[in-house]
């Protein structure tokens, strides 16, 4: 449903502006949390990593959160600071700030399509609920990141091409970002390896590419799909009946703590206004769009309820 001109000004006019306190708390807790799990991985016994792994994946999910209005340049108020930190987090999930912020843009552009970045998350139809359970499931196993490898390997020996996009094609290497993830992941490291002793290495594996490898992809795509998947093929199908939809959720706090964060369960209200500062959404929710501007299809009351309607709906 297209946001009304009038509303659209009042938004631009009232709720543009990024809260600078709201930007550094939610960058500064996840970080801090990451690093202080880091700093015990260096010290614990392998046993530890059947709870450290799964917390350290949560931990770099909660940092996407802020990266991600970054992108946008609202997360702080100063485009210098939005890119700052932007690099700092970039780094820390091993990710060149510029590809990413480029690569997200594209997918507000092209979303609910097949020409969207992100659309291996949520552009499928499932027959079953095996086939459910083992799409959702498989980053646990390493499924995406292989997926990813392997389109990865594929471009650069030609055999298919890159993202269709004249903008990122043209770009050049984002030498920044790769330079910030050198620096971040020798510092990283060294808190791992408590000052790069060799017998140490192995927690750099067992404590970073492992969680961001699984744990990381899993709850991204869970999101993903619960945001912008199909619940229902009769509402919509993308083989058939394919349409634009991006969810907002209600949810609770523990749901809002481990799927969610920054607002951005207003996840509607984001693609039908992507500069809105997060610290914003849900007072743009509330006034305009809950209950006026936002289609049943595109609302649920948690992504535990929406994620139990696709099981149901399913043989």
């Not at 097949?114 to 552009?123: I, L, M, Q, R």
């Not at 609920?129 to 980053?139: A, C, D, G, I």
């Not at 594929?154 to 993830?181: C, H, M, N, W």
């Not at 990283?188 to 492992?210: D, H, K, M, P």
Request: aromatic residues 16%.
């Amino acid at each position: 449903m297209p946001v009304p001109t009038d509303v659209k000004r009042e938004i631009i006019k009232n709720y543009m502006t990024p809260v600078d306190s709201f930007g550094l708390f939610h960058t500064a807790w996840p970080m801090a949390l990451l690093f202080g799990l880091f700093a015990i991985a260096a010290q614990v016994h392998p046993i530890h990593m059947i709870w450290l792994v799964p917390l350290i994946g949560w931990a770099d999910y909660r940092i996407y959160f802020p990266l991600h209005d970054t992108c946008h340049f609202s997360l702080f108020k100063d485009k210098k600071m939005n890119r700052f930190a932007g690099y700092i987090m970039a780094a820390t999930l091993v990710t060149p700030y510029d590809s990413f912020r480029k690569e997200h843009v594209y997918h507000h552009a092209h979303y609910s399509t097949e020409e969207d970045p992100g659309h291996v998350d949520y552009y499928v139809k499932f027959k079953n609920r095996k086939e459910m359970l083992v799409f959702l499931l498989s980053p646990l196993w390493g499924g995406t990141l292989l997926n990813k490898l392997k389109d990865y390997f594929r471009q650069i020996f030609g055999a298919v091409k890159p993202a269709p996009t004249d903008e990122i094609e043209r770009e050049k290497p984002d030498y920044k970002g790769y330079l910030s993830i050198i620096i971040m992941q020798t510092i990283i490291l060294a808190i791992l390896t408590s000052g790069f002793q060799i017998a140490e290495f192995w927690r750099y594996i067992a404590f970073v590419i492992l969680p961001g490898a699984t744990v990381f992809l899993f709850l991204s795509r869970l999101r993903m799909f619960l945001e912008h998947g199909s619940l229902d093929y009769e509402k919509m199908d993308y083989f058939k009946e394919p349409r634009i939809t991006s969810r907002t959720f209600e949810c609770n706090g523990l749901e809002l703590a481990v799927l969610s964060g920054a607002g951005f369960k207003y996840h509607y209200e984001h693609h039908m206004l992507p500069a809105i500062p997060s610290c914003n959404l849900k007072t743009v929710h509330e006034k305009f769009f809950k209950e006026k501007l936002i289609e049943p299809e595109d609302t649920r009351p948690s992504y535990v309820m929406a994620l139990r309607e696709l099981w149901r709906s399913l043989d």
